[in-house]
């Protein structure tokens, strides 16, 4: 992804001309598909990166701006969207650790019970 991103270094305006949806782990994603035109040629690219239907931040027909590989038009990188992505991990994986800890705890305070500890 770092080195996509030092050679996308063409802005671009690209709109989304469609959301493709998918059902993973009992979640909604989404992920745009744009459009934008570089030299003349139009170029339609999907997405690879889903995100939760609640966070993704686009809506069909929405002007966004992607850079581009001046070399390579099929290759771009979306401004902003890597966020989304590290905030869902984040939450997710600081949600997963305190669920955890506090099963722990829950389990500690039954064995606890059980052998009368209190």
Partial sequence: AKLQKQKCSYSVTAYVVKVRSRIQNRKHLKAPV????Y???TYRKSSSLYTSGR???HSENEAVTLLIDPENPDDFYE???EKYTITFFTIFGISRFYSEYLYSLS???K????Y???
């Fill in 111 to 114: 064995k606890a019970f059980m």
């Fill in 55 to 57: 966070e993704f931040p």
């Fill in 116 to 118: 009368k500890i209190f």
């Fill in 34 to 37: 744009y459009q934008y035109v």
């Fill in 107 to 109: 389990t500690d305070v």
């Fill in 39 to 41: 030299n003349g040629v």
């Fill in 79 to 81: 401004i902003g969207r």
